[in-house]
């Protein structure tokens, strides 16, 4: 009796294992989404978030991936905080599956979590909008890339435009973390470099009550012909701009992608701000991106960096399709050599060329939700737009694009 037991045990544990094993080649294949959907980037991380689910809509509508399997998009909230990040990126990985991520918005947090979880696991990170000349130079065994432009652009493009606006001197406010240091040492040496005058810069931390100490360091008494502020809406950046005009610290501002919200508009009011100009990596959105969200959601894409998004998933899935593999590293190989500017082309969207074209063995020549795309060696986007934008009658509207 025992012998057939056993035997019936080895049986069953038999099937179980081979089910097991056609799932895992059968199941969804899942991409994670890392996003601020609480702290100060909570106004972006939603709207972003949103973008990137269009990029599984799209595949599950077109026959889906690796041969019919169902992409999924796993969310964790980074809470705009490198542990939490890490944390939240640790059950991305751990629990829920995912075989890359998307994310993060915060070039801190992106940092923190490719070196605690994304390098360590041999997992693909796409960042959406972390800009940080930092990421440039990570020893991340070529993991980590980005579908945004590295603030070496927008620092440059912010110098020029203070330039162009007459600006000679300019004080700098920037939240302490690579970000915003990073973007202030690109914009400090553009600006002088163009004949301008930096009167003082001061990091701020945030979530204080009051900036006060900031504000004076940065100024040193004198009036600035501008305050360029390097930060977020909430957490420090509303609070920073209400303190500034109150105590007259300063007469007009630049800002850059981290505030470009209407909620300061509406915090401030619209007369404060009316013809503050500001900077932000931007897109040439495509059609079928911008009809897409609007299907969905009922309204235009509300926020930057939401293209760059929907193109981190759909290139994410793309590699994967290349490689006919979950495997982070394979992901990571099929990424790096996807793209050539000879390629087919193939637009955002088209998923089921996209396919075709990478089962024929051609390269693919992107144009994405965002534009055009190639990679370079450290995984960064080597062109693409920054914009220039203006507060103007209570709204944000774009006054021009520089292409890079």
Known sequence: MKRHWTVLVLAVALLLGTALAAHGQSGPVVIGSLMSLTGGLAPYGIPI????????????????????????????????????????????VNIDGATAIVGALGSGITLAVAQSVAIPNGVVMVSPASTSPTLSTLQDDGLVFR????????????????????YETVSIIYVNNPYGQGLYEKFRDAFEAAGGRVIGASPYDEGNSS???????????????AMLVIGYVQQGGTTILRQAIEGGYTQRFLLTDGLKSLEIVEALGADVLEGTYGTAASTTSSDHFQQAYEAQYGTPPPQPYMAEAYDAAFLIAMAIEKAQSTDGYAIRDALSS?????????????????????????????????GYFTFDEAGDRTN??????????????TERQIEF
């Open 384 to 397: 693409g737009v920054v914009e220039v934008w203006k507060i103007t009658g209570g709204d944000i509207i």
């Open 147 to 166: 579908t945004v432009l590295s603030d070496e652009m927008q620092g440059v493009a912010a110098a020029n435009l203070a330039r162009e606006l007459g």
């Open 211 to 225: 900036y006060r100490g900031e504000l004076e360091a940065a100024t040193r008494g004198e009036l600035p012909d």
């Open 49 to 92: 978030q949103n973008a990137i689910d269009l990029v599984a809509n799209d595949i599950n509508a077109q026959g889906g991936i690796l041969g019919g399997r169902s992409l999924v998009i796993a969310h964790r909230d980074d809470g705009t905080s490198e542990q939490v990040g890490v944390d939240a990126a640790s059950k991305l």
């Open 338 to 370: 996807l793209l050539d500017p000879n390629g087919v082309e193939v637009r955002a969207g088209e998923w089921a060329k996209a396919v075709e074209v990478i089962a024929s063995g051609e390269k693919i020549r992107y144009i994405g939700a965002s």
